[in-house]
């Protein structure tokens, strides 16, 4: 694609690295076929195709206006594109800029600048989430029937081993994970210490960054991921093999931390050993022996796999793949590249088209009559949940029968 930058972006970091993704799509228009808001809207402009073109005209001087930050809100940032396009282009940072550079010239109303300033508030920091939790649970018989269906059921986490292994692990503790599905990490760490390896739980870790990022926030992203290194740091010195992410969100985060920090000079090489270190738990189970584990029979099972893992770490068929060699019985779920509606705050900020894709995949989900549904990223577990008629899990466990 030829590109004409403005003078304002065309010596600018942001401009380059824009223009750089701008070049390499070819306007093929395969991503419109794979793109969920494309086939629920039918508008060129709410598929990537279209948003490549205004976030291009911006960057060559036309005003950006409310519709343009309207098409690019409705973007899930699921990444469902780049799996499909067949020239690499980079559509996700490509989105997050054209959002941010959009957002510094139109504004938002009142209210929309309030509820993103609340969601930034309270749901990365992993105590005042777990506080508003709390007191959801408490007034949840006085609440809708449509937000009580969202508040999470509590989980009784379980025992954490005792790091004795020789062979040691972080994992990120997250921001949402430890209050709503605290059993997620517990399972990992029970699971893998059967495997002969020690998952260190350090409290200090918190929120990937990955919400302040998507809310055009990034120097905020920078601060949670400038944290998270700082915490970690003196283990990885220490030895400490991989970071685990058993969101696969997050998991998209920390492995691109070493682009996000890249002209940091404090930081840089630091965030790059841990993006080289940062581990799906999915990648980890995939290269040990599991013949310890012995998973027990759990019936007909459908497996959602998330964009984040599929589409952003790259990753498509690794939980199906480790489920079916060791012996879990699968169903067939059709158009499994789509999302599910759940992408960060996305269910909250576009809540009409998010129960339409949740309306979708929990049609697909079931079309094989499973016993309960697998997921590997948190958002997508809670969200899933607040309309499935049978139980959603993370897949983690399955191997953790208790």
């Not at 609440?143 to 509590?154: C, D, F, G, V, W």
């Not at 007909?300 to 790259?314: D, F, S």
């Not at 929990?362 to 499973?370: D, F």
């Amino acid at each position: 694609m030829q590109t004409s930058l403005s003078d304002a972006y065309r010596h600018t970091a942001i401009g380059q690295e824009a223009d750089a993704i701008l070049r390499s799509c070819v306007h093929c228009g395969f991503c419109t076929a794979t793109c969920p808001t494309y086939q629920i809207k039918g508008d060129e402009l709410d598929g990537p195709r279209g948003r490549i073109y205004l976030i291009k005209l911006v960057l060559e001087g036309q005003p950006a206006t409310a519709k343009t930050q309207t098409h690019l809100d409705r973007c899930l940032t699921c990444r469902s594109c780049e799996s499909t396009c067949p020239s690499g282009v980079e559509y996700g940072r490509l989105v997050d800029i054209g959002r941010a550079l959009v957002e510094q010239q139109v504004g938002r109303s009142l209210g929309e600048r309030l509820m993103r300033r609340a969601l930034r508030s309270f749901i990365p920091y992993r105590n005042r989430f777990a506080v508003l939790l709390k007191l959801g649970r408490l007034a949840a018989p006085l609440l809708p029937s449509t937000m009580r269906a969202k508040m999470p059921q509590a989980q009784h986490a379980g025992d954490w081993p005792v790091a004795h292994h020789a062979r040691r692990m972080l994992v990120l503790q997250g921001c949402v994970q430890p209050s709503a599905t605290p059993l997620t990490n517990a399972a990992a760490a029970r699971v893998l210490d059967k495997l002969g390896i020690s998952l260190l739980e350090i409290n200090a870790s918190g929120c990937c960054g990955a919400l302040s990022q998507h809310l055009s926030a990034e120097e905020e992203a920078c601060n949670f991921a400038r944290r998270n290194i700082d915490v970690w740091w003196p283990h990885i010195e220490a030895g400490a093999e991989a970071v685990v992410v058993t969101a696969s969100g997050c998991g998209v985060m920390v492995k691109d931390y070493g682009h996000l920090l890249r002209n940091d000079p404090a930081y840089a090489a630091k965030a790059a050993r841990v993006s080289a270190l940062s581990r799906d738990l999915v990648e980890i189970l995939l290269r040990e022996d599991l013949t310890p584990l012995a998973p027990a029979s759990a019936g007909a099972i459908a497996v959602h796999a998330p964009c984040t893992l599929q589409h952003g770490q790259k990753l498509p068929g690794a939980v199906e793949m480790l489920l079916q060699r060791t012996g879990f019985t699968l169903t067939a779920v059709p158009d499994a590249h789509l999302c599910c509606g759940s992408a960060g705050t996305y269910s909250i900020l576009q809540p009409d088209l998010s129960q339409q894709l949740l309306h979708n995949k929990l049609a697909a989900l079931g079309s094989g009559q499973p016993q309960q549904i697998v997921t590997a990223n948190v958002g997508c577990q809670m969200h899933l949940a607040s309309r499935s008629e049978v139980p959603v899990r993370h897949w983690i466990e399955l191997f953790d029968p208790r």
